[in-house]
């Protein structure tokens, strides 16, 4: 049976997502997969390629053929390049840079807060000031 390494596409219309998958080359291009070995989607920046090296290597290993664009992937991963025993086995993939936890974010405005100026209120609440002008009345009407 000859196997193929391809994309199989998931995702909406205009937002397109892959799975890399190992199939029989006959399969449809959608269609039943024998081991799923990553994603790749091309709409996020920077790309999202998520190959799983050992899977890809032994599937490389047993004959299974990549298709152009998936082959293209591995050498960004550096999976080609480690498979046939090429230099640049690091690849080439660039990393999302990693957002801060909400944890960090809100010991960060807590420490901000800290050192925020206190002073007091400039303005004096009105549901207050109701209140004291009803306790003149009242002082006012028992004298």
Not at 129 to 143: F, G, I, M, P, Q
């Amino acid at each position: 049976m000859a196997v193929r390494i391809k994309l199989t596409r998931m995702g909406k219309i205009r937002n397109p997502q892959y799975r890399i998958v190992v199939a029989d080359a006959r399969t449809r291009r959608d269609g039943r997969a024998i081991e799923s070995i990553g994603k790749y989607h091309p709409k996020e920046e920077p790309s999202l390629i998520e190959i799983d090296s050992e899977r890809a290597q032994y599937w490389l290993g047993v004959g299974a053929q990549p298709t152009e664009p998936v082959q293209r992937l591995l050498e960004i991963t550096g999976d080609w390049q480690k498979f046939k025993g090429l230099p640049g086995a690091e690849g080439t993939l660039k990393v999302k840079a990693a957002k801060a936890s909400k944890l960090d974010l809100f010991n960060a405005a807590l420490a901000a807060a800290d050192n925020a100026p206190t002073t007091e209120a400039v303005t004096p609440k009105k549901k207050a000031a109701k209140k004291d002008e009803a306790a003149v009345a009242e002082t006012e009407a028992a004298e």
